[in-house]
Nanobody, 123 residues
Framework: QVQVEESGGGLVQAGDSLRLSCTAS????????MGWFRQAPGKEREFVAA????????LYADSVKGRFTISRDNGNSMVYLKMNSLKSEDTAVYYC????????????????WGQGTQVTVSS
């Protein structure tokens, strides 16, 4: 059974940094691309960032490009989202997701989701 679990959310001030972590178990971690999505109150879930199986390929939403960095540690089956220069509009529940293959296309090609972790940015 595949399990995806996020951690690291919290309440921060605008301009602060935060790092989210995600672990996935139940199948060979290195064989799958990973991604982060978020859902703000009253809005649909949206793509934030994704990383290929090897870490060589990454993709970011325009709204976070230059501020967020996705990375992975295949030896420990972990994926991270480092968020810098946080803004109030980054407030959302952040979800970690495992794709159905080694690459992150299509962007909604998700097999498994985590439960989500709340990030709240106060201005």
């Amino acid at each position: 059974q595949v399990q995806v679990e996020e951690s690291g959310g919290g309440l921060v001030q605008a301009g602060d940094s935060l790092r989210l972590s995600c672990t996935a178990s139940g199948r060979t971690f290195v064989s799958y691309a990973m991604g982060w999505f978020r859902q703000a109150p009253g809005k649909e879930r949206e793509f934030v960032a994704a990383i290929s199986w090897s870490g060589a390929g990454t993709l970011y939403a325009d709204s976070v490009k230059g501020r967020f960095t996705i990375s992975r540690d295949n030896g420990n089956s972990m994926v991270y989202l480092k968020m810098n220069s946080l803004k109030s509009e980054d407030t959302a529940v952040y979800y970690c997701a495992q794709y159905n293959g080694t690459l992150y296309y299509p962007l909604d090609g998700i097999d498994y989701w985590g439960q989500g972790t709340q990030v709240t940015v106060s201005s």
